[in-house]
């Protein structure tokens, strides 16, 4: 920050700034909450979910199937479950 020497001090400076991005921080924050009474499905509205524990070799192996086949990996297990249960 390259400002000429005005007479104020740094802490004057830093509370000016720090106003400014309060001021700017409301701004946004009132133009996301505007957004969001906008009611577009998701993601979650379709689907539930849910956590699994796997061991390491598991998730590696898991990962690397993904991968290889240029899926996502909730795709193999949503595959995998139609297919086996």
Excluded at 15 to 23: D, I, L, V
Excluded at 27 to 45: A, C, I, L
Excluded at 67 to 81: G, H, L, Q, Y
Aim: overall charge positive.
């Amino acid at each position: 920050m390259d400002k000429k020497h005005t007479g104020q001090s740094l802490t004057d400076l830093f509370k000016k700034e720090s106003q400014q991005n309060t001021k700017e921080l409301k701004r946004q924050n009132t133009k996301t909450s505007k957004r969001q009474d906008v009611h577009m499905p998701s993601f979650s509205e379709k689907n539930k979910r849910h956590t699994i524990w796997l061991s390491p070799v598991q998730s590696k192996k898991l990962r690397l199937y993904a991968a290889e086949n240029e899926k996502k990996m909730s795709d193999v297990i949503r595959e995998f479950i139609d297919k086996n249960l």
